[in-house]
């Protein structure tokens, strides 16, 4: 007999229902080198609702460092950042098999948007993309180092 818990853990970390969120955040940051290692920030930071209020709300002014400031954002990143891993990895699995995304040596690439079902969490496909324009400024080991994270 399966466990029902299982099943509820499968339903809640599917990729397909993630995929739009990271495709949305790649569309929004252009190409960058080494890009592939923000992935496993997006989703912590993304699907957690005070962050998606935020990014909702942030102003056109507003950048990483305004996120750093408030830490009741940031709290507990490395342990969502551990939690989140398997679904990244499996959603960004996902993304590159389906040509939505191809990584061209040590960048990614968007490729046409074909993801028809917005199954992504309410604003997080939004919130994805702001969190793209909060990270475009800044290297990849200044992004990890200003979020708290110092090992991946």
């Known amino acids: 007999m399966s466990n029902p818990i299982d099943h509820l853990y499968t339903l809640h970390t599917n990729p397909f229902l993630f995929a739009a969120t990271l495709h949305a955040f790649y569309e929004s940051l252009g190409p960058q080198k080494h890009s592939m290692l923000l992935s496993y920030l997006v989703l912590p930071i993304v699907l957690e609702q005070k962050n998606r209020d935020f990014l909702r709300k942030a102003r056109s002014n507003s950048n990483l460092r305004t996120m750093q400031a408030r830490r009741e954002l940031l709290t507990a990143i490395p342990q969502r950042l551990e ?4 679904v990244t990895i499996d959603t960004m699995k996902y993304l590159i098999s389906a040509h939505l995304l191809e990584v061209n040596g040590t960048t990614i690439s968007v490729g046409p948007n074909q993801l028809t ?7 997080a496909v939004l919130a994805a993309r ?3 324009t909060f990270f475009k400024p800044f290297d990849i080991t200044t992004i990890y180092r200003l979020l ?3 090992q991946l």
């Open 117 to 123: 079902d917005q199954t992504s969490p309410p604003g």
């Open 83 to 86: 939690d989140y891993r398997q």
């Open 148 to 150: 708290g994270v110092m």
């Open 130 to 132: 702001l969190l793209a």
